[in-house]
């Protein structure tokens, strides 16, 4: 008699590297969403999945995707996240294998590099955890505020000033949408395409209060048809975001290095060591 031992696959970074494939094709299928593109939304939720995270008590980040659950997925912050999980979902069905926190990640990964941007260094590992994980509302930063608060917020993630700076180089992609976030507007006029020029805009447009009944946003005075959030303009007023900020002006290159490494270890945040598959980080990228 023989029994049926059920054997636990072991995916490579091939069958990862599938996954990526699918995603980068579902970012690409998108001709009546926003600017053609669903790489900004779903970049936009492997930050919010990992931003989470305070270092003092190891709680929140990537690990457990514990916006699945209701609590997190209400919390005002991740309004129309909805979008990006969706999407997910569908590969998710396809490679029932992954965690939800590797798969959100690995599209936050996807999005930068599939518009043009850096290659950011990914390993897979995270496991699905429980509501019990759900970390509190207020862990994710609040555009209507300033630099203390802003240092606050990443701060307890362990990012510096140059990291705070070089993440907020990511509003080159996607816009505000009313029914999310109640701002409105796209950063630059290059949404789909990862660039410096959101630093570049920053200082060389002259941005205005816009008059409207929304909540407080700039304008630029020359087209009005590109927007800055509170938090974005702080980063030309106060004086060390500011220093970091014209450095990433003036220079695409480092930029995109300084970006990749924080944007890296921010999708780490949360994941004891031991869970990683990898000593090192993967470049993931389409190899086909
Ligand atoms: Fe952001 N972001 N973000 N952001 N964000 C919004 C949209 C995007 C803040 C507020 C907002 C990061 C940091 C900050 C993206 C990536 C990053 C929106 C509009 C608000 C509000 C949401 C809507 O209406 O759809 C604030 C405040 C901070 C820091 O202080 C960081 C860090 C990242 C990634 C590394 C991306 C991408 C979008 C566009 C999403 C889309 O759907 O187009």
């Known amino acids: 008699q023989t029994a049926k031992v059920a054997t636990k696959f072991t995916p490579t970074k ?17 001709s009546d969403y ?6 900004p939304v779903l970049l936009r939720l492997a930050w919010h999945a990992s931003g989470t995270y305070d270092k003092n008590t190891g709680t ?5 995707a514990t916006m699945r659950f209701e609590p997190e997925a209400l919390h005002g912050a991740n309004a129309g996240l909805h979008v990006a999980r969706g999407l997910m979902e569908k590969v998710k069905k396809e490679f029932d294998w992954i965690s939800y926190g590797d798969l959100w990640t690995l599209a936050g990964v996807c999005a930068v590099q599939e518009m043009a941007g850096p290659k950011i260094p990914w390993r897979p590992g995270r496991i699905d955890g429980f509501v019990t994980h759900v970390t509190p509302d207020g862990r994710l930063p609040d555009a209507t505020q300033g630099a203390p608060h802003i240092r606050d917020i990443f701060y307890r993630m362990g990012f510096n000033d140059q990291e705070i700076v070089a993440l907020s180089g990511a509003h080159a992609l996607g816009r505000c ?15 789909t395409t ?28 020359k087209t009005k048809s590109l927007m800055m959030l509170p938090t974005d303009y702080v980063l030309t007023q106060d004086k060390s975001f500011k220093k970091y900020a014209k450095a990433y002006a003036d220079d695409n290159e480092l ?12 999708l780490e945040l949360g994941v004891p060591t031991q869970q990683f598959v990898a000593s090192e980080p993967w470049i993931m990228g389409d190899e086909a």
């Open 14 to 30: 091939a069958d990862y590297q599938k996954v990526y494939n699918r995603i980068a094709e579902i970012i690409d299928d998108a």
């Open 34 to 39: 926003d600017d053609g593109s669903y790489g």
């Open 60 to 64: 929140g980040g990537s690990n457990y």
């Open 177 to 191: 949408h009313p029914d999310r976030s109640g701002f409105q507007g796209p950063w630059t006029f290059s949404p």
């Open 194 to 221: 990862f660039t410096n020029d959101y630093f570049k805009l920053l200082f060389d447009e002259k941005w205005v209060w816009k008059s409207w009944s929304g909540p407080k946003q700039l304008e630029d005075k």
């Open 255 to 266: 930029f995109f290095k300084d970006f990749s490494s924080a944007f890296s270890r921010l």
